[in-house]
T-cell receptor, first 115, second 116 residues
């Protein structure tokens, strides 16, 4: 089954404790992206990657790191989480190309609470 | 600095009537616009898109209109169905060379409720 998986789905952590949210897709997609969803702010793009070893900043990259060492995985790293990073996070992927970026497949979301 | 704005947090419509969801943007460099739908506890799904060279794009019950001079786009759903009840996000991208078209800016979302 074609899908985007994220782990963990729920996470409670404390300020400053490094964490990684994994994202994996099995569709051989070139494009992958991370978003956060917050009430009243909608979806905001954190980072995106057009292909292996190619990553670019979205609108809200501060406090996050990503890597794209292989095509299927795009982990989101919070080196020193803070309470303002409490949010619902979505990973997405699509085949590639301008007209295909729109047909992103989204993962189920990771709800993060930073105390 | 919200470059893409959906000023109506919610919209309530009767089944069978038209739903009109609005979106405004400030960045004149945006040249591609998209609408996504999101159900609770699920990731968003792509609905329809429009390029800035067009002013209308239609797909079944969904039509997107783009007014570049007003920097405004709207999504029309006709006829509305209870299954359309969801959060709708508009998004925009601007091609500035290289990989820039992968950058998407979303609005805050509008909750649509379609009553039977």
């Amino acid at each position: 089954e074609a899908q985007v998986t994220q782990n963990p789905r729920y996470l409670i952590t404390v300020t400053g404790k490094k964490l990684t949210v994994t994202c994996s897709q099995n569709m051989n997609h070139e494009y992958m992206s991370w978003y956060r969803q917050d009430p009243g702010l909608g979806l905001r793009q954190i980072y995106y990657s057009m292909n292996v070893e190619v990553t670019d900043k979205g609108d809200v990259p501060e406090g996050y790191k990503v890597s794209r060492k292989e095509k299927r995985n795009f982990p989101l790293i919070l080196e020193s989480p803070s309470p303002n990073q409490t949010s619902l996070y979505f990973c997405a992927s699509s085949l590639s190309g301008r007209g295909l970026v729109e047909t992103q497949y989204f993962g189920p979301g990771t709800r993060l609470l930073v105390l | 600095d919200q470059q893409v704005k959906q000023n109506s947090p919610s919209l309530s419509v009767q089944e069978g009537r038209i739903s009109i969801l609005n979106c405004d943007y400030t960045n004149s460099m945006f040249d591609y616009f998209l609408w996504y739908k999101k159900y609770p506890a699920e990731g968003p799904t792509f609905l329809i898109s429009i390029s800035s060279i067009k002013d209308k794009n239609e797909d079944g019950r969904f039509t997107v209109f783009l007014n570049k001079s007003a920097k405004h786009l709207s999504l029309h759903i006709v006829p509305s169905q209870p299954g359309d009840s969801a959060v709708y996000f508009c998004a925009a991208s601007a091609y500035a060379g290289g990989t820039s078209y992968g950058k998407l800016t979303f609005g805050q979302g509008t909750i649509l409720t379609v009553h039977p």
